[in-house]
């Protein structure tokens, strides 16, 4: 008898100890449902965290406060990507070294997205002979700027994620159709502004990234850069023609890119009666900007008080 008690507690034990070990295996699984992410830059950051919310876990690529152009991917950066379930950047023009880990990427269960697919680029002229030896720099990338593009790229973002997950497709449309209000909403401000102002064009002594941003709401623009990223020093005579530019049309404001120290756009300032502002191309953002919540759409919205400034 008490063999046959011992076996069957050994027996109970052991069950019990199966359902222990499935229950372990099913909060496991339930911690790894949320789909894993990583991006390139700030704008993908932020829209596909606003979509997924608590379905996502996402990791942004660029370390805070980095130059996102000459940016250069590390192996963790590699593995990180193989080992997540989508890597979103913006295009091929915007970040090729992104191009680059896309092409390598080996597993098959990464999905890849380039959230500014399908969205028309604008070439903008350069007024120096240099520029022609760096053709990609011919087509401007940074799309997101203009708040349509912003809303595209969500798109194309909740599209993708509905795939990966159909069951929370209703989840991410809705989070993402509340978000895509927010930039409608942005979009009509900003263009109110720009109607209800005493001028017409900006002035910018720094990185030059604007270009769909002036283009969506008609606005005049001077600029001493020629592009964004290596190379696009102003000359000195371009220099000469912005602080003219300045002290002809009296112009209040000229700007400089976030994570720049502006000295040409404060040298101007000083041979001028002008003011330096930052507006911020949302490339990346810093540590503090990322505790602080920032989003892209608080951002605009501090580029848009800058900009009443510049504009009155
Ligand atoms: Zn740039």
Redesign the pocket.
């Known amino acids: 008898m008490k063999k046959i008690i011992a076996v069957l507690l050994t027996f109970f034990l052991i069950i019990g100890a199966i359902f222990v070990a499935l229950g372990n295996v099913n909060k496991n699984n339930q911690q790894t449902e949320k789909i894993t992410i990583v991006t390139s830059l700030f704008p993908e950051y932020d829209f596909v965290k606003q979509i997924g919310k608590d379905k996502v876990d996402v990791k942004i690529l660029l370390p805070p406060g980095t130059e996102?152009?000459t940016y250069e991917p590390t192996p963790k950066d590699i593995v990180s990507i193989n080992e997540a379930d989508m890597f979103i950047y913006t295009s091929n023009q915007?970040e090729p070294w992104a191009e680059k880990i896309a092409e390598s990427i080996d597993s098959k269960d990464t999905i890849i997205l380039q959230a500014g697919q399908d969205i028309n680029l604008i070439e903008i002229e350069h007024d120096h002979e240099e520029a022609k030896d760096h053709d990609e720099h011919t087509a401007d990338?940074?799309i997101w700027l203009n708040p349509n593009n912003a809303i595209k790229m969500i798109e194309n973002i909740t599209d993708k994620l509905c795939t990966i997950s159909p069951e929370n497709a209703e989840y991410f449309r809705n989070n993402a159709n509340a978000y895509i209000e927010e930039l409608k909403k942005l979009d009509t401000e900003i263009e109110e502004t720009v109607k209800n102002s005493k001028r017409n064009k900006l002035v910018f002594g720094g990185?030059f990234?604007y270009i769909y941003f002036l283009d969506r709401y008609n606005l005049e623009y001077a600029t001493a850069y020629q592009g964004?990223?290596e190379g696009a020093e102003p000359s000195a005579k371009q220099i000469k023609e912005i602080i003219d530019t300045i002290n002809n049309e009296e112009i209040p404001i000229i700007f400089y890119q976030e994570l720049s120290e502006g000295k040409i756009a404060k040298m101007i300032a000083d041979e001028t009666n002008s003011q330096t502002l930052v507006f911020h191309?949302a490339?990346n953002v810093t540590s503090s900007e990322l505790e602080n919540g920032a989003t892209y759409v608080s951002i605009m919205r501090e580029n848009l008080e800058n900009i009443k400034q510049a504009l009155n």
């Open positions: 996102s152009h915007m990338a940074h990185e990234a964004c990223g191309t490339h």
